[in-house]
């Protein structure tokens, strides 16, 4: 994973789901808010935060905090992403292919928030396994950190950028 400092970056914040939950008590429910925020500067970096709070925009506000300490650099080439990858946290699977210019984002709702605020403007994307937005979040956040572009493969195996293509 290719973590990056929130410090010099201008981020835009999505609120993706908020529930209410209960805490029964002697006195009765004690309600309050869990929120899941993805932010990102739409230009291949993107993060996600959980808060939690007994009023809303408190948790929205905890959500952007902790979703600021965990951004990661995607890699995008012509507005798309560079290679199909499974995505797998917990119960939630999810499978991203890349798409020709002028697609949009084909992806559902917690999967189109991370997409689009990482910047990838055509994608092919569908949610396999639960549709818990939590778990949504967290495997598209895992595909798209192991996703690596042609400089990076070739870098890493250190040969030359047109032996990874030609073989």
Do not use: C
């Not at 951004?71 to 560079?82: A, E, N």
């Not at 928030?113 to 994307?125: H, M, N, T």
């Amino acid at each position: 994973m290719k973590r990056v400092k929130s410090s010099e970056i201008e981020l835009k914040d999505r609120l993706v789901s908020i529930q209410r939950v209960a805490k029964v008590t002697k006195g009765g429910r004690t309600f309050s808010f869990s929120a899941i925020v993805v932010v990102g500067d739409e230009n291949g970096i993107v993060g996600y935060g959980l808060g939690k709070a007994k009023e809303v925009t408190e948790a929205i506000t905890k959500g952007i905090d902790d979703a600021k300490k965990n951004l990661v650099k995607v890699p995008i080439i012509k507005g798309t992403v560079p290679h199909e990858q499974y995505g797998k946290f917990s119960g939630g699977s999810v499978l991203i292919k890349p798409a020709v210019g002028g697609t949009g984002v084909l992806a559902g709702g917690a999967m189109r928030a991370v997409l689009e605020s990482a910047g990838i403007k055509d994608v092919l994307a569908k949610s396999l396994g639960s549709s818990n937005p939590h778990n949504v979040v967290k495997a598209t956040i895992d595909a798209l950190a192991n996703m690596r572009d042609a400089y990076t493969v070739a870098q890493h195996r250190g040969v030359d950028l047109n032996k990874v293509f030609n073989g």
